[in-house]
C-alpha cells in the first residue's frame, strides 16, 4: 500500500473548479501535482453529493456530517483528550519501567 498524500483544501477547489470547467483529470493531475486521478473524481463527486464537508477531513478520516471532532461538543472534545493524554501517560509508565528493567539487566 502506498503512502497517503493529504492535500490542501485550496488545492481541492482548485480541482473542482477545473472539473467543472471540463478540463481533464489528467490536466488537473499534472497542474496541480496531484498523484492519482481517482482522487479528483472522488472530490468532483463530493462536489456534486454537496458533500463539501468531506473535504477538510484528515486522511482516512470519513466522518458523517456534523459527526467528526469540529462537530463534537466541548465536553466531549475534553473527554476525548483527556483519554488520550491517560494514553501516552500509561505508555510513559511502561517504557520508563522497561527502561528500569533494562538497566539493571545490562550494567
Same mark, same amino acid.
Given at each position: 500500500?502506498?503512502n497517503r498524500? /493529504? &492535500? *490542501?483544501?485550496?488545492?481541492?477547489? +482548485?480541482?473542482?473548479? +477545473?472539473?467543472?470547467? =471540463?478540463? *481533464?483529470a489528467?490536466?488537473? +493531475?499534472? #497542474?496541480?501535482?496531484?498523484k492519482n486521478?481517482t $482522487?479528483?473524481e472522488?472530490w468532483? %463527486?463530493?462536489? @456534486? =453529493?454537496?458533500?463539501?464537508h %468531506?473535504?477538510v $477531513? *484528515?486522511?482516512?478520516?470519513?466522518? /458523517? &456530517?456534523?459527526?467528526? *471532532?469540529?462537530?463534537? /461538543?466541548t465536553? $466531549?472534545?475534553? @473527554?476525548?483528550e =483527556?483519554?488520550?493524554l491517560? +494514553?501516552?501517560? #500509561?505508555?510513559?509508565?511502561? &517504557?520508563? #519501567?522497561?527502561? %528500569?528493567?533494562?538497566s539493571q539487566?545490562?550494567?
Amino acid at each position: 500500500m502506498g503512502n497517503r498524500v /493529504s &492535500y *490542501p483544501i485550496h488545492i481541492k477547489k +482548485m480541482a473542482i473548479q +477545473m472539473k467543472q470547467e =471540463n478540463v *481533464p483529470a489528467k490536466t488537473i +493531475m499534472e #497542474e496541480l501535482g496531484i498523484k492519482n486521478k481517482t $482522487q479528483v473524481e472522488t472530490w468532483w %463527486r463530493w462536489y @456534486r =453529493n454537496g458533500e463539501n464537508h %468531506r473535504l477538510v $477531513q *484528515p486522511v482516512g478520516k470519513q466522518y /458523517s &456530517y456534523g459527526k467528526g *471532532p469540529e462537530g463534537q /461538543s466541548t465536553e $466531549q472534545q475534553l @473527554r476525548n483528550e =483527556n483519554k488520550f493524554l491517560k +494514553m501516552h501517560v #500509561e505508555v510513559l509508565k511502561k &517504557y520508563k #519501567e522497561l527502561e %528500569r528493567m533494562w538497566s539493571q539487566k545490562y550494567l
